[in-house]
Antibody, heavy 124, light 107 residues
Framework: EVQLVESGGGLVQPGGSLRLSCAAS????????MTWVRQAPGRGLEWVAT????????YYVDSVKGRFTLSRDNAKNSMNLQMTNLRAEDTAVYYC?????????????????WGQGTLVIVSS | DIQMTQSPSSVSASVGDRVTITCRAS??????LSWYQQKPGKAPKLLIY???SLQSGVPSRFSGSGYGTQFTLTISSLQPEDFATYYC?????????FGPGTKVDFK
């Protein structure tokens, strides 16, 4: 059974940092691109970042470029999202997701497995 | 960047109703469009990928169609467990934007 478990969320002050983790099991982690999606309270889904299966390239939404860094450790079946210079508008539930078919510089067939999410609150 | 829109933003329906949700992309995306269902407090669930392919385990009352810039999700006979919010997402290029969502609630 595919399992994705996020951790690391919490309350942080504006300008602060937080590191989210996603632990994967039940599949060959190194064979899949992985993604973070967030959802602000009462709002819709927003794609945040995706990392290629070997960690050679990452893609970010413009609003987090230069502040968030996505990495993965295929030996540990885990992915991390390092978030710095956090803003109030980063407050959201952050979901880790596994991508379906990806090639080149796109993921074509949606995110087929999701974690339960971890809540990040940026507030003073 | 490609922008996604959905209509309607909400729909009130009854069990057994046929429900149709439309998603439009601001540019051609071929058939690289996915649909998700999300219930309150839960993670999204992939229903449809590549515009019309049913994800494993998803009931056949869900179907998708479309190509290019206009896509449709249809629930042929709404069931109690289908009351939720539905999102489309394009997968043609990064960033893979989501639509704003369509809430399906009780009439």
């Amino acid at each position: 059974e595919v399992q994705l478990v996020e951790s690391g969320g919490g309350l942080v002050q504006p300008g602060g940092s937080l590191r989210l983790s996603c632990a994967a099991s039940g599949f060959t982690f190194s064979s899949y691109w992985m993604t973070w999606v967030r959802q602000a309270p009462g709002r819709g889904l927003e794609w945040v970042a995706t990392i290629k299966l070997d960690g050679s390239e990452e893609y970010y939404v413009d609003s987090v470029k230069g502040r968030f860094t996505l990495s993965r450790d295929n030996a540990k079946n885990s992915m991390n999202l390092q978030m710095t210079n956090l803003r109030a508008e980063d407050t959201a539930v952050y979901y880790c997701a596994r991508e379906g078919y990806c090639s080149g510089s796109a993921c074509y067939s949606g995110s087929d497995n999701w974690g339960q999410g971890t809540l990040v609150i940026v507030s003073s | 960047d490609i922008q996604m829109t959905q209509s309607p933003s909400s729909v009130s329906a009854s069990v057994g109703d046929r429900v149709t949700i439309t998603c439009r992309a601001s540019q051609e995306i071929s058939f690289w469009l996915s649909w998700y269902q999300q219930k309150p407090g839960k993670a999204p669930k992939l229903l449809i990928y590549a515009a019309s392919s049913l994800q494993s385990g998803v009931p056949s009352r869900f179907s998708g169609s479309g190509y290019g810039t206009q896509f449709t999700l249809t629930i042929s006979s709404l069931q109690p467990e289908d009351f939720a919010t539905y999102y489309c997402q394009q997968g043609n290029t990064f960033p893979p934007a989501f639509g704003p969502g369509t809430k399906v609630d009780f009439k």
